[in-house]
């Protein structure tokens, strides 16, 4: 297979390499915003030692280039401001497209985009990494086994140690869209339902620049599944102990937690409880280092027709609508149904004269 990868900053570099390297790639096409660290990564994945068997590596100028190419498959890891005009582009084009998330920085934009890809019938997968980890399966199977009995409460946490730069946070989308947003995908994955009603609300302790960015550096959420299973979810951007992504799933026979080894940043208050890891995980890349790696694997497989997507745009979007509801919640200071929410960015999709109505 021919890929194109499209952006080559963190993540894309690491989708790069594992491309470039994976048995089913012949041929990886790169290109960047800045076309100078575009050719510094295909360097860095063609030197060095022998490379038996890996795909041959070449950055190319421009997208325009990339596309002109015409690859078999795309996967997108630019700036967020970019995956809705490439999306629509790679599926105007007829090519498999991955990628990461959001589709874009709003809903009204997300909804036009997956307009387009539902228009065109082309393959979408959005990067929603934590349904290919082991432990997230385990917990979805031990669901939908019934081992659990029925399910009452779900937990979730995501905490990164460290905060990110003061200039990352005008282009996040909030810790809401940009953190819990996997949070919320990997409930419904988990269970299956529905997020129905969200309340939520968050605090800043630490840095001004979230506050002054709008955004808030430490968050919580309840919300209410179609079944009447209740899910708090809380997030932060402090979390000095290591990176830490767990999901507690609790039922009336037992209850599962994806997330929770040997690295997991937690020290027992018991005196015979584990004290803290010697090496806790340090960031989203070494923790879900496996869960990455499957799932461009998955992607190539949806790209040669093999399997459809395991992760469409309307997954991506359902996840969005509820990190809008959390926002608009913590405005209001009241719950939020996500239906609401969904009417209103389906109005504000709709071209002018149509709004009008």
């Known amino acids: 297979m021919r890929v194109g990868l499209l952006g080559t900053g963190r993540i894309g570099l690491f989708h790069a390499s594992t491309l470039a390297h994976h048995p089913a790639v012949t041929e990886l096409l790169l290109a960047d915003a800045d076309p100078a660290r575009a050719q510094d990564a295909a360097a860095r994945l063609t030197g060095g030692a022998a490379r038996t068997g890996a795909a041959e590596v070449t950055a190319l100028a421009t997208v325009e280039a990339v596309l002109a190419a015409r690859p078999d498959a795309v996967v997108v890891a630019t700036a967020t401001d970019a995956h809705a005009d490439l999306i629509v582009r790679t599926s105007r084009a007829g090519l498999p497209t991955y990628c990461e998330k959001p589709i874009a920085a709003d809903l009204a934009g997300t909804i036009r985009a997956l307009r387009e890809v539902d228009r065109n019938g082309t393959a979408l997968q959005m990067g929603f990494q934590r349904r290919f980890d082991a432990g997230y399966t385990a917990a979805r ?171 469409t745009g309307h997954d991506a979007l359902e996840a969005l609508l509820a990190a809008e509801a959390c926002e608009l919640s913590r405005a209001l200071g009241s719950p939020v149904a996500v239906d609401s929410v969904r009417s209103a960015a389906a109005l504000r999709a709709l071209p002018a004269q149509e709004a009008a109505r």
């Open 141 to 311: 199977a031990a669901y939908r086994s019934g081992e659990l009995g029925f399910v009452h409460t779900l937990r979730t946490v995501t905490a990164d140690p460290a905060p990110p730069p003061a200039g990352y946070l005008p282009t996040s989308g909030g810790l809401y869209r940009d953190c819990l947003v996997h949070d919320f995908d990997a409930v419904r994955w988990v269970t299956g339902r529905e997020i129905l009603q969200v309340y939520a609300t968050g605090s800043n302790r630490g840095e001004p620049f979230f506050s002054d960015a709008g955004d808030v550096d430490t968050a919580a959420a309840l919300l209410t599944l179609d079944d009447g299973t209740l899910v708090s979810c809380t997030g932060t951007r402090y979390n000095g102990a290591g990176y830490d992504v767990r999901m507690e799933v609790s039922g009336s026979l037992g209850q599962i937690t994806a997330g929770l080894d040997g690295r997991t940043p937690l020290t027992s208050a018991e005196p015979a409880g584990p004290a803290a890891p010697e090496q806790p995980w340090p960031d989203f890349l070494s923790r879900f280092h496996d869960a990455y790696l499957a799932e461009l694997d998955v992607f190539l497989d949806v790209a040669r027709g093999r399997r459809p997507s395991p992760c």
